[in-house]
Structures are given as structure tokens and as C-alpha cells.
């Protein structure tokens, strides 16, 4: 991999990294959805980079179909399923704001600390951004499991996802293009199952804050 290319994939990595952070910093859904919407165009652009690099029309493909769907059509869909979720923001998360940036901190150092065997075992030069995929994997987690608010898990799910493809894009020589297609739809579904899925708690409870639904008593 060329030097230029290099670079330009330190600048993706590292967006898509910061745009992970910044999802958990923040508390508004609406600039969580426009955060989400830039952590999908720096994928798309992490396997662009990987195609020129490669000189690879396949993955080249790959790429423009990864920043439609997770830099476009996901963000789009989380869109729709928030303007029914009714509350613009997350008003009561497990951790605040200062705990979770710490949580994200050490998060982060565990991915650098667990991916030094892949990094030194890898072939490609690529394979020293799998730290940050490995991270980002970690920091979706961790939105999965502090926040309460649908959308915000719904992003804490699609952060994992993202950071498995940018892990599977940077430790083989790409994914191949039916197999890309074949996990899109599948998250696809998953979305567009779960944003039905709020709209009829919505309509039925009046809330989709799972901490308030948790309340709910058999009587």
C-alpha cells in the first residue's frame, strides 16, 4: 500500500472512530442520526480507500454500496423511526456524560491493548486500523447497554455492525460483493423490524423509553 493511501486510510479510520466517540458524547437523537450518517460515510470511504489501494473494481463497488446504505439509507430509516418515537432526546441514560466518555477511554485503550497479535500477525498494512474497528465494535456495546431510548440502541447495534465489516474489510483482502449485499439486507431487516417494532410501543404505551416499559407490572 503506497504512502498517499496510507494516509487517506488513517484520516477514514480515524473518522470513523471519532464519529463513534461523538455518538456517545451526545444526547440529542436528531445530531446523533447526523453523527451516525458521517460514521457510515467514513466506512464507505475506509473501503474506497482499500479499493484504490487494491485496484479493485469488486471492492470498489463494495464501497459505494456500503456509503448508500449505512452513509444513506440506514440514517434515512433511523430518520423516520425517531419522528415516531416521539422524544428528541435521551433523557435518562445508565451512565452521564462524563462516565461515559471515561468508559469509552478505556474502551478504546482494551481494543489498542487486544488487537497488538492481529496487527503483528497480519500480512497487509491495513491491519493496523483493525484497533479502531475492534473499538468501535466495544463502543456500540456500550451505547447498547447505556442508553434506554430505541433509536439510541438501534445506533449502539448499527456501531457494532460497522465495526465488524471495517474489521472484516481491513484483516482480508475484502469481503466479496455478494457477501456485503447478503449482511446489508440482513441489517435492513433488522431495522426496519425494530422502527415497526417502536411505532406499535409508541401506540400502544405512549413511550419507548425501555427503562420506563421495564415498570411495567403484570396486575
Keep these: ?30 445530531t446523533i442520526l447526523r453523527i451516525f450518517t458521517a460514521h457510515g460515510v467514513a466506512l464507505g470511504a475506509l473501503v474506497g480507500v482499500l479499493a484504490w489501494a487494491q485496484h479493485s473494481v469488486e471492492l470498489g463497488l463494495v464501497a459505494v454500496g456500503v456509503l448508500a446504505v449505512r452513509g444513506g439509507l440506514l440514517p ?24 461515559s466518555l471515561l468508559a469509552v477511554a478505556a474502551l478504546v485503550l482494551l481494543a489498542f491493548s487486544v488487537s497488538v497479535p492481529l496487527v503483528e500477525l497480519g500480512g497487509s498494512p491495513a491491519t493496523r486500523a483493525v484497533p479502531v474497528a475492534v473499538a468501535v465494535v466495544l463502543i456500540g456495546l456500550l451505547v447498547l447497554v447505556t442508553r ?26 475484502g469481503i466479496g460483493l455478494v457477501v456485503e ?35 411495567l407490572r403484570d396486575r
Design 1 to 30: 500500500m503506497s504512502p498517499p493511501a496510507l494516509a487517506l486510510l488513517d484520516v477514514a479510520a480515524g473518522a470513523l472512530l471519532l464519529t463513534a466517540v461523538l455518538v456517545v458524547w451526545r444526547r440529542d437523537l436528531p
Design 76 to 99: 434515512w430509516l433511523l430518520r423516520r423511526a425517531l419522528a415516531a418515537a416521539g422524544p428528541l432526546r435521551e433523557v435518562r441514560p445508565v451512565l452521564n456524560v462524563a462516565a
Design 148 to 173: 434506554r431510548h430505541t433509536v439510541s440502541q438501534l445506533v449502539g447495534f448499527l456501531l457494532v455492525d460497522n465495526g465488524i465489516t471495517a474489521a472484516g474489510f481491513l484483516t482480508t483482502s
Design 181 to 215: 449485499v447478503g449482511v446489508a439486507l440482513d441489517v435492513l431487516l433488522v431495522v426496519l423490524v425494530l422502527q415497526v417494532l417502536a411505532g406499535r410501543i409508541r401506540d400502544t404505551f405512549g413511550d419507548v423509553d425501555l427503562g420506563e416499559l421495564r415498570e
